[in-house]
């Protein structure tokens, strides 16, 4: 993997561990693959990793869905319907996912998966 892109992917995966909405199986792909990084693990770690993301980047809708529901309402507390309100004002002006700390680190790193898997 080019330095740059390991330099990015690695300041948003510290980024990702650190968001408090972070899930723990995306804190321990987001560790496993830190840990992997310059061993002959680097690769099948890295495959993992991406997997995991992909599947915990939750979309707009998904968000939207979430905030507006009863899991919502004990997950965001008082603040589920501002969060359903950003939600479709972040869906209208072109948002495809969660704009949560966790979801952010995660689209950047994507945004990089062809370079790590070169």
């Known amino acids: 993997?080019?330095?740059?892109?390991?330099?990015?992917?690695?300041e948003q995966t510290h980024a990702l561990i650190a968001a408090p909405s972070c899930c723990k199986e995306a804190?321990?792909?987001?560790?496993?693959?830190?840990?992997?990084?310059?061993?002959?693990k680097e690769t099948e770690e890295t495959k993992k990793y991406i997997a995991e993301l992909e599947e915990d980047l939750v979309s707009i809708d998904a968000l939207i869905?979430?905030?507006e529901?009863?899991?919502?309402?004990?997950?965001?507390?008082?603040n589920a319907k501002n969060v359903a309100e950003e939600g479709r004002k972040a869906k209208a002006a072109g948002a495809k996912n969660c704009f949560c700390d966790a979801c952010r680190a995660v689209e950047a790193i994507l945004s990089k998966k062809n370079e790590m898997l070169a």
């Open 1 to 10: 993997m080019d330095k740059q892109v390991l330099d990015f992917v690695t």
């Open 27 to 40: 804190k321990e792909a987001a560790q496993s693959w830190l840990a992997a990084v310059g061993t002959e």
């Open 69 to 78: 529901s009863e899991m919502g309402a004990k997950i965001f507390g008082d």
């Open 65 to 67: 869905g979430l905030a």
